[in-house]
């Protein structure tokens, strides 16, 4: 699987290749990206990215109800990489009863059959990867539609230059991979992701990307949000079994600082830290980055145990008893 993550830079670099599927010719109130596990974190990263380059305000739907407040002044993005994801295809068939403008991405399954039965603008994605490790092929489609639809204020050149780092950094990403991946083997405990506002969804991509390569439980600490209520659990905790890996943007002076800070009520109940330091120029390179390392080092960590990260045995088990569950 390390493989894909290796050829991202390849991913990203056709996405931006390819002709987007339409071109709106009205003004678009809010963007909407709808899509669970792999292909939902796209809108997590969207919203980061719009927020810190003040684009549309982009709303996430990571469940199976279109918000009541959609409407036809916005776009909704539906995602799903193997297009046959139940919460995302109801999002998508509530999306065409109230007439909300879509576009809908995947690499085939029935959001691509439904999308062409009622003539919704549509991204094919490649087929054959695991839908996580194909978020630049879903990122930088869904940036593409976007610009060429005015409706991204990242400058193009941004999202160029993040494909060129993200081929310069494949190495380097892999180097620190093996890192943090024997370390973690090596320390046991609970993962802590402990990070800095603006990187919440980097924060997750770690997070889920260690949950569905190495099966292993994760937890995310994000400050300056987690000094109001999580720094305080840390106080009495049942265990102290917490491995923490920091992940920090260097040219956030108050996110590093922050960082620090939380350092010093962790070092009271764990000796076991490593900080992985965000490479890139812009916030797109170094979200990209720090997912490439998460990406490589959750493989690694799996091989290290045996376990082949490509298989995720519990979500197929689950996507099994779904229809069940939401038709019921
Ligand atoms: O990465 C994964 O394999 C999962 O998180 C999937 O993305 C998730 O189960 C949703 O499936 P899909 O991306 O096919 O809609």
């Known amino acids: 699987m390390e493989e894909m993550y290796v050829e991202w830079s390849r991913q990203a670099r056709s996405a931006i290749e390819k002709p987007v599927p339409v071109r709106f010719n009205r003004g678009i109130r809010s963007v909407i990206v709808a899509g669970m596990g792999g292909s939902g974190i796209v809108g997590d990263v969207l919203s980061t990215l719009s927020s810190n380059y003040s684009s549309l305000p982009v709303i996430t739907v990571k469940n199976h109800i279109l918000p009541g407040f959609a409407s036809r002044e916005d776009l909704l993005l539906v995602v799903s990489y193997s297009g046959n994801t139940v919460e995302t295809l109801r999002v998508f068939d509530s999306a065409l009863e109230r007439n909300i403008p879509m576009v809908a991405v995947s690499s085939g399954g029935l959001l691509k059959t439904r999308a062409y ?97 190495a099966k292993i439980p994760v937890k995310v600490d994000v400050a300056p949000e987690w000094m109001h209520n999580d720094i305080v659990g840390y106080e009495e905790p049942f265990f102290k079994d917490f491995t923490v890996l920091e992940v920090v943007d260097p040219g956030d002076r108050v996110g590093v600082m922050l960082v620090d800070f939380m350092r010093t009520i962790y070092g009271r109940v764990t000796k076991s830290f490593h900080r992985l330091v965000l490479e890139g120029g812009s916030l797109l390179d170094k979200i990209l980055y ?34 069940a569950i939401f038709s019921a």
């Not at 409706?151 to 890192?179: H, W």
């Not at 720090?290 to 519990?314: D, E, Q």
């Open 117 to 213: 039965e009622h003539g919704i603008p549509y991204i094919q994605l490649p087929e054959g990867l695991a839908p996580r490790a194909s978020l630049p092929s879903m990122l930088y489609g869904v940036l593409k539609l976007l610009y060429e639809n005015n409706l991204l204020n990242i400058p193009f050149k941004i999202v160029e230059e993040s494909v060129d780092f993200l081929e310069e950094k494949t190495g380097e990403a892999m180097a620190e991979a093996g890192l943090i991946a024997e370390w973690v083997h090596r320390s046991k405990g609970l993962l802590v992701i402990s990070t800095h506002s603006p990187l919440e969804s980097l924060g997750l991509r770690g997070k889920n990307e260690f949950n569905e390569n």
């Open 290 to 323: 720090g997912s490439m390392v998460f990406g490589l080092s959750s493989c690694k960590l799996a091989r290290m145990r045996g376990i082949n990260p490509l298989k995720t045995a519990s979500i197929q088990e689950y996507k099994k008893a779904a229809g």
